[in-house]
């Protein structure tokens, strides 16, 4: 159960890094290297919010950060990817390693690479008989986790946007054709994914200390955005939880030294035995 | 020889387009052409003869395409399209029928029909369903899957969804059998007399386009070699032979086609 309620936990922070990956993809065909330094600067600038807030009002924090994220999102895209329109995707690809360099220098810049953890309320809400503890934080991550992904689910399946999203990322000439600006879906692509990867670096940063080194969660998520399928959300899932479990099933019964290089491990098996993911469509890669 | 509505200026209007792809490979060299208001004016003409090329450019291109329009001009309700892109062209009324991926193949027939749905274009969306009965029957089948006579209705549908003002449908009978070509056109000629919505309708199956257009132009290595009423043009001796399957009892030899090359030279 003590363990059950740890994978998931861990599983849940993957899943919403991936969840960003694979928006991404979807929308552009492009793999986002940049991601685990786009949570932590995130997580840093929650960090900030709240020390000009005076940890008085967690909403406004919350809020200011969620605008802030999403803004940045729709920023990288015009500033940076907008212009990368009939370039290969490895151009992009590229691009994004050289954001993610940029975004770890800010964290050097401008706070000092300091060392510092999120406090969200964190209380004890039960103890197992075999010494762990379900805190608020445990439950909060995997709210989040939920709430978000149903959201998405919903506005993919149900929302007129959510439909043109899919269609642009299927054909985006004929979503062209067929009215709709494609440049926004895209915007809406990056404001989508800096806002879920913020959200994973503040649920990541509120458990353990946030740290330029931080930035290496965001190969688990990548990870398990190929374990699942780079274009599937439900893939993000699977696979955020398959990488969260085989990490900590090794701290625990292997080695714990030994956990950090797991989602690499799996990364290499994945991309040998099924490149494509549980989820994801074959054809999808000749486009990579 | 001009269209038979010349007298108000017309609803597209193009001149001397000339469409480049990769910066070398020139697929329209000069054509001009007008369809009015409520009018369907067929485009015909063989592989590579630059219709679907044509198309496009007034249809618009993506950034990411590599492919210009390098001279002429095209206007619609006298405001230029050239450099406009897909979204803003659309939405000015110009709605292609691509010939190739013209639905989102993996959303549903309910989903694609419902790409941009608003409160208001509701009852267009019944009237879809009126014109294509069949489509009805299938509303949460992967349209991927459908045949491909439904394909074509879907990728109508989808196009009067976006309240067009000018439909450009692009060689329709593509991988049809004969008799769901026709029955396509039929419901297009329906279309046309009931919402007076104007048509340019590109076609290698000349007799099927010739026969519900009013006004026809006949394309060949990216020029107009052929203009006029469909009426004329069915009987024009080349068009019956080259285009409309021959005329009876003769065959074509190496000279008639030579004559036939001169004579295109004097029209083009
Ligand atoms: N994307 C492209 N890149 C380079 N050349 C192209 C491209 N698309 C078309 N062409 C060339 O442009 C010319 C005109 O092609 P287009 O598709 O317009 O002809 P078409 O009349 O529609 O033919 P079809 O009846 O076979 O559809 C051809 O020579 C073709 O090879
Ligand atoms: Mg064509």
Known sequence: M??????????????????????????????????????IVGAYVFYSAGLITHGQSLLLTVLATAAISALFGVAIYVALMRRLVGQPTFVAAMVTIGLAIILKAAIVVFWQSKSVGINLTRQTLYSFPSGG????????????????????????????????????????????????????????????????????????????MLSPQSTIIGLSGLTAALVGGLDSLRGAVIGGMLVAAATYLTARLIDPALSEAVPFAILLTVMIWRPWGIYGTPEELNRV | MSPPMARSSPLLEVRQLEVVYNHVATAVQGVSLEVADRQIVAMIGTNGAGKTTTLRAISGFLPAEDVAITDGTISFDKRPLAGRLPHDISRRGVVLVPERSKLFDTLTVQENLHFNVTRRRREIRDKVFDYFPRLGERTSQTAGLLSGGEKQMLAIGMSLVCEPKLLLVDELSLGLAPIVTEEIMGILQNINRQLGLAMLIVEQNAAAALRVASFGYVLEGGRVVFKGPCAQLMEHQDIKEFYLGGAEGKTRSYRDLRQYARKRRWWG
């Open chain 1, 2 to 39: 003590e363990l059950l309620v740890s994978i998931l936990v861990l599983g849940a922070t993957h899943a919403l890094l991936a969840a960003g990956i694979v928006i991404v993809y979807k929308a552009s065909r492009i793999v986002n290297f940049a991601h685990g330094e786009l949570a």
């Open chain 1, 133 to 208: 503890r379900l805190t608020s934080v445990d439950v909060i991550t995997i709210g989040c986790c939920i709430v978000f992904f149903a959201a998405l689910f919903a506005f993919f399946r149900h929302t007129r946007l959510g439909r043109q999203f899919r269609g642009a990322a299927e054909n985006p000439l004929l979503a062209s054709q067929r009215q709709v600006n494609v440049n926004l879906i895209l915007a809406l692509a990056w404001a989508t994914a800096v806002f879920s990867a913020t959200l994973a670096g503040v649920l990541f940063g509120s458990r353990s």
